[in-house]
């Protein structure tokens, strides 16, 4: 009986072709053996080549890579910095007598006006020696008073020859003597007033008040620092930057002038421990006398508006401002630029859609961006993603996206 086929959709199209070939095999084989090999074998050889032919795998299309165009602008340059916050001024308060603490008049942490006190010492020893000095100062104005009268009453009689006038000198140098003696007691009175202001101890400046150091019965003195008071609007921040930033910055503004003015252009910007920036400028306030000769570094300051102090001394920060400005540089995507073996390049794409893997020189980094100081020209397009897929000369499908954010 004759092999049977299924239905020509139960085959490749390679083998539908040869079906009726196989049927006339089939028929061949009852009268010539043969002419059966033969002709198997010849539609073996048409199969297997019409199978290879109608599987051959479709030719490649070009990968799909995002490019973007050479930027060509006025880059600003930013330096930055570990900053260190202070109070714009830190007052110590001490004491300026000695004696025991007897109260304390303000809240820890909380904000104080100039001249609010803040601690009393017991005032009572000061008070006795008030009422002694002044009690001496009655005495010595008493004596004075005597002094004078005997001068009054002995001047006429010594012109009329009627006492000696060594007496009449005596009586005027006595007086002197008692003058001098009201003058210093006079000055005693006033020591002694100024003791007993002085068992208060008062804020020197408006800020914000310190946890206190003293607590109630401890002897104090001039020399106990009872709390700090820490001025902080506007507050400090204290950065240092390296001998060569400021010998850059004082070749661009080689005049005092010039530095005067660029100084007070600076904006700069204080980013807070967690990332985010704080939201007011600030500006240059000082610069140090000297370079440090440890760390090679010249101590810079700024001060910020703190509104409801916010910032308190001893936060860390970064200063960020702008040091240079870059005329007419070329800006690239920093994904853009892969680095092989210390040197930089960047994957072109001409006209042709055929790339370019070419050597850049690479400037400054700011925000997202690199500024390419040789290898690019304007206008040009790079791939920024897919970099992976290409190569010296092939084909690329292009697809042009909107340039980053460049952030600072």
Not at 256 to 278: N, Q
């Amino acid at each position: 009986m004759p092999a049977r086929f299924g239905p020509p959709h139960q085959f490749p199209d390679c083998l539908q072709n040869a079906r009726s070939s196989f049927g006339a095999v089939l028929s061949a084989s009852r009268h010539a053996p043969s002419l059966v090999v033969a002709l198997l074998s010849v539609t073996a050889l048409l199969v297997s080549n019409g199978c290879q032919s109608k599987q051959a795998a479709p030719p490649t299309s070009p990968p799909d890579v995002e490019v973007v165009d050479v930027v060509q602008k006025d880059v600003p340059i930013y330096g930055e910095w570990v900053a260190t916050l202070d109070g714009y001024v830190n007052a110590q308060i001490q004491p300026q007598v000695s004696g025991y603490l007897v109260k304390q008049d303000y809240k820890e942490g909380s904000f104080v006006q100039k001249g609010e006190v803040l601690f009393e010492i017991d005032p009572r020893p000061f008070q006795a020696t008030l009422d002694q000095v002044k009690a001496q100062l009655a005495q010595a104005q008493a004596q004075l008073g005597k002094a004078t009268l005997d001068v009054e009453r002995d001047t006429p009689l010594a012109e009329a020859k009627a006492i000696a006038h060594s007496q009449l000198d005596n009586d005027i140098q006595a007086k002197l003597a008692a003058t001098a003696l009201v003058e210093s007691a006079k000055a005693q009175v006033e020591q002694a007033q100024l003791n007993i202001e002085f068992t208060k101890a008062r804020s020197l400046v408006d800020g914000v008040a310190g946890i206190a150091k003293g607590q109630i019965g401890d002897l104090v003195g001039p020399n106990t620092l009872l709390t700090t008071v820490s001025q902080l609007n506007p507050i400090k921040a204290y950065f240092a930057v390296s001998e060569q930033e400021y010998l850059n910055y004082v070749r661009r503004n080689p005049t005092a002038a010039a530095r005067e003015a660029r100084e007070k252009e600076l904006e700069l910007e204080l980013i807070l421990a967690d990332g985010t920036t704080y939201p007011r400028k600030g500006k240059f306030f000082a610069a140090d006398r000297q370079v440090d000769v440890k760390t090679g570094a010249i101590r810079l300051a700024g001060l910020f508006p703190n509104p409801g102090n916010i910032l308190r001394p001893g936060q860390y920060g970064r200063i960020r401002t702008v040091t240079n400005v870059r005329a007419g540089a070329l800006a690239v995507p920093q994904r853009a630029v892969t680095e092989l073996q210390g040197s930089y390049q960047v994957a072109v794409v001409g006209s042709d859609k055929k790339v370019s893997i070419r050597p850049v020189k690479i400037g400054e980094r700011f925000g997202t961006m690199w500024i390419i100081d040789e290898g690019l020209k304007p206008g040009e397009r790079i791939v920024v993603e897919g970099v992976q897929k290409v190569r010296e000369g092939s084909l690329v499908n292009p697809k042009p996206i909107k340039p980053p954010a460049e952030g600072n």
